[in-house]
T-cell receptor
Framework: DSGVTQTPKHLITATGQRVTLRCSPRSGDLSVYWYQQSLDQGLQFLIQYYNGEERAKGNILERFSAQQFPDLHSELNLSSLELGDSALYFC????????????FGQGTRLTVV | GQQLNQSPQSMFIQEGEDVSMNCTSSSIFNTWLWYKQDPGEGPVLLIALYKAGELTSNGRLTAQFGITRKDSFLNISASIPSDVGIYFCAGRLNAGGTSYGKLTFGQGTILTVHP
């Protein structure tokens, strides 16, 4: 158990819908990262937050957004869902942005039908 | 964008054999990490490397940070059935700017161990 908690574990939704994925980082970690894992693209960095503020942005679509709350949990919002958004979404956390040893949650498997 | 080339893509070995996989990058990284992912689970950190030339072991696993800072390898000795999974290398670019903490992952090596 990495200490990073993601909910829900599975999500099935229709195209055009909006979903919210939630992540609670390890106790003491201030930095949260979101990654998308698909069969054809592998693990792709989406976005990073540190202590509530966005620190780095990767290949995140405009339809996607995220935030980190004062209690340090984070949410990833995916809207206007398309079939191609079906993937595993992982959250990871680390003590600080400089600390590279990120620990991953078990992921949320999103299926868009 | 930044890419990591990880090889081999898959390996089928007998229990007890040694395994070697590697990653190369077109750019310099200042940190290399190796993760293992089991089906339905998130990646689990195996080894972290922070200095060029560094050789680090974790039980039967040994990883090295290449001197050029553009490559890394992972060796698994005396493989056992529970070594089955997908192994990923990951690198972090030089610190600073908007790349802080961002990990770039290789495509993974699928390891199958036959008893």
């Amino acid at each position: 158990d990495s200490g990073v908690t993601q909910t829900p574990k599975h999500l099935i939704t229709a195209t055009g819908q909006r979903v919210t994925l939630r992540c609670s980082p390890r106790s003491g970690d201030l930095s949260v990262y979101w990654y998308q894992q698909s069969l054809d693209q592998g693990l792709q960095f989406l976005i990073q937050y540190y202590n509530g503020e966005e620190r780095a942005k990767g290949n995140i679509l405009e339809r996607f957004s995220a935030q980190q709350f004062p209690d340090l949990h984070s949410e990833l919002n995916l809207s206007s869902l398309e079939l191609g958004d079906s993937a595993l979404y992982f959250c990871a956390s680390s003590v600080s942005p400089e600390n590279t040893e990120a620990f991953f949650g078990q992921g949320t498997r999103l299926t868009v039908v | 964008g930044q890419q990591l080339n990880q090889s081999p893509q898959s390996m089928f070995i007998q229990e007890g054999e040694d395994v070697s996989m590697n990653c190369t990058s077109s750019s310099i990284f200042n940190t290399w990490l190796w993760y293992k992912q089991d089906p339905g689970e998130g990646p689990v950190l195996l080894i972290a490397l922070y200095k060029a030339g560094e050789l680090t072991s974790n039980g039967r696993l040994t990883a090295q940070f290449g001197i050029t800072r553009k490559d890394s390898f992972l060796n698994i000795s005396a493989s056992i059935p529970s070594d089955v999974g997908i192994y990923f290398c990951a690198g972090r670019l030089n610190a600073g700017g908007t790349s802080y903490g961002k990990l770039t992952f290789g495509q993974g090596t699928i390891l199958t161990v036959h008893p």
